[in-house]
């Protein structure tokens, strides 16, 4: 497994290695020994989800403000814009945000730290999206951000307006958000 660091450190970029040949391929998509040698974290996930998603639905900005969830997030199939914001108050990545393409091609994971606003923008005619999290989900504590927010300047891949959900058409602004000490 190779570990890439993005403009925010704490958030990375793994390419699993992969097994391929005419049958087609093979590879680990977690490991907790190698996940711990290669980015000295502790691999404690008690939570795997797994959603569909049309061209241009755009899921986020979402995170858990108690009961934080660090999330290892791929695409199983298709592809997808994959954005971590940081809402750490005294970090000093505070407001910014990293994004990535994952796909089915690429096989890469994306891992967004407790901390951290998350969205995926769908890109192909549909994506599966796989998630692990650190935390299980509680909805009374679940917050949004809103997607296009221009205190944040996220350069989604995108013309055109996404499709949201209520809930995310709704969301607040950074500056509304309610962030992590």
Known sequence: MKVIKTEIPEVLIVEPQVFGDERGFFF????????REATGLDGRFVQDNHSRSAKGVLRGLHYQIR???GKLARCVTGEVFDVAVDLRRGSTSFGKWVGAHLSAVNKRQMWV??????GFLVLTEFAEFLYKTTDYYA???ERS???????LGIKWPITGEPTL?????????FKAAEYFR
């Open 28 to 35: 680990e998509s977690y490991n907790e020994i190698k996940w």
């Open 67 to 69: 009961y934080p969830q």
């Open 113 to 118: 730290p407790e901390g951290f606003a998350h």
């Open 139 to 141: 909805p009374e504590y």
């Open 145 to 151: 951000i809103f997607w296009n927010d221009p205190d």
């Open 165 to 173: 959900s209520p809930k995310d058409a709704d969301a607040p602004s």
